[in-house]
Nanobody, 114 residues
């Protein structure tokens, strides 16, 4: 059974930082490309960042230079460090395991106040 469990969301003021974590089980984590997505109210879910098994990351233009995706294969965990947060970053953030079968976590709320 695949489980992706996110944590680390919360309420932060604009300009602040948060670090999201996603612990995976039931998958061969070291072989998986992992991603962070977000969905704001009334909007479609959008890609934030992805990281390949060897650690290279790519980012949406809206978060480049502010967010960093990383992974710890020993802990089956992927992280999203979010700095210089803006009110428009407010959304539910989802962890995803990508591939022929895609799995999703339950999401964690991030709220950035102005």
């Amino acid at each position: 059974q695949v489980q992706l469990v996110e944590s680390g969301g919360g309420l932060v003021q604009a300009g602040g930082s948060l670090r999201l974590s996603c612990r995976a089980s039931g998958i061969v984590f070291t072989l998986k490309t992992m991603g962070w997505y977000r969905q704001a109210p009334g909007k479609q879910r959008e890609l934030v960042a992805v990281i390949i098994p060897t650690g290279g990351g790519t980012y949406a233009d809206s978060v480049k230079g502010r967010f960093t995706i990383s992974r710890d294969n020993a802990k089956n965990t992927v992280y999203l460090q979010m700095n210089s947060l803006k009110p428009e970053d407010t959304a539910v953030y989802y962890c995803s395991s990508l591939g022929s079968s895609t799995y999703w976590g339950q999401g964690t709320q991030v709220t950035v106040s102005s």
